[in-house]
Every structure is written in structure tokens, then in C-alpha cells.
Nanobody, 127 residues
């Protein structure tokens, strides 16, 4: 059974940093591109960042580019999202997701690409 378990969320002040982690189990982690999405109250879920199987390619939403960094440790089956200079508009439930792919360099910002989703971790940024 595939499980993606996010952690690291919390309540912070604007300008602070957080590091989210997503521990994957039940899958061959290195065969999956990974992504982070988020959903704010009353809004649709949106793409945040993605990383290829190898970790060599990354892709970011314009709203987080330059502030967030996605990375992965294939030996530990874990993907990370380092979030710096947080803003109140970053407040959302953050989801980790995995996409099986043969392409080592593939990333995607499309929800339909992803096969597995975590339950989410809440990030709240106070102004």
C-alpha cells in the first residue's frame, strides 16, 4: 500500500521559513517524479513545485519561485519543500504527490499526472 506522509507544517510569522517533508512508502521511490500542491480555504488546489525522478530537474509556480526549493533524498524515500520568506498568501494545506514515470527528467504541474496523494500538512502564515 502506497503512503505519502507529510510533516513540518505549522503556524509561523510572515518572513519566516518552514521545511516540509514527505515520507513515501510502498513504492519504488526513485521511479516517481514528486510534487507539492496546496489548497487554501475557498480556493482550488494549485501546483507549487515538482522534481524529477533523478532530482536533476525542478519546476516551480511563479508565486513561489525564488522563495521555495524542492529537493529529494532517494536513499531515504523523502521529498522536501524548503519555504523561505513566507507570506500570508502561502497559507494552505500542502499536499505531497507522486507520479510514476519512465522519464528521469520529467516534471509536471498537472494534477492528472499524479497517481498518489498524501493527506496534507497545514501551513499558516500570520501577518
Amino acid at each position: 500500500q502506497v503512503q505519502l506522509v507529510e510533516s513540518g507544517g505549522g503556524l509561523v510569522q510572515a518572513g519566516d521559513s518552514l521545511r516540509l517533508s514527505c515520507a513515501a512508502s510502498g513504492l519504488t521511490f526513485g521511479s516517481y517524479a514528486m510534487g507539492w500542491f496546496r489548497q487554501a480555504p475557498g480556493k482550488e488546489r494549485e501546483f507549487v513545485a515538482a522534481i524529477s525522478r533523478s532530482g536533476g530537474n525542478t519546476f516551480y509556480a511563479d508565486s513561489v519561485k525564488g522563495r521555495f526549493t524542492i529537493s529529494r533524498d532517494n536513499a531515504k524515500n523523502t521529498v522536501f519543500l524548503q519555504m523561505n520568506r513566507l507570506k500570508p498568501e502561502d497559507t494552505a494545506l500542502y499536499y505531497c504527490t507522486a507520479a510514476a514515470t519512465y522519464d528521469y527528467g520529467r516534471t509536471s504541474d498537472r494534477e492528472v499526472t499524479y497517481h498518489y496523494w498524501g493527506q496534507g500538512t497545514q501551513v499558516t502564515v500570520a501577518s
